[in-house]
């Protein structure tokens, strides 16, 4: 997984917009308090993070759709299959 300098896990392809402050300012919160993390919870923190971004712009806009839309990334899809038995 590529990463920010500062071992932010990257998730936009730009993080000097206005939405990647806002994800840089979320993960260095969650790393302060978390500390350092393994490599296998890195994922699930981008993803949170991309999560409260998403949720911080949906809250702030509530009938407008968000200008950068967070597609899904083969890290976010679920591979567990259930069946009945």
């Known amino acids: 997984m590529n990463a920010?300098?500062?071992?932010i896990p990257r998730a936009f392809a730009n993080h000097r917009t206005k939405v990647g402050a806002a994800y840089r300012l979320i993960v260095q919160a969650k790393l302060a308090r978390l500390g350092t993390l393994p490599a296998d919870a890195r994922p699930v923190l981008r993803d949170s993070g991309r999560l409260a971004v998403e949720l911080?712009?949906?809250m702030r806009h509530p009938?407008?759709?968000p200008t950068q839309r967070?597609?899904?990334?083969?890290?976010t899809r679920s591979t567990c299959r259930?069946?009945?038995t």
């Open 56 to 58: 911080d712009l949906s």
């Open 82 to 84: 259930i069946s009945a």
């Open 63 to 65: 009938t407008k759709p």
């Open 4 to 7: 920010l300098p500062t071992r």
């Open 70 to 75: 967070i597609a899904p990334t083969s890290s």
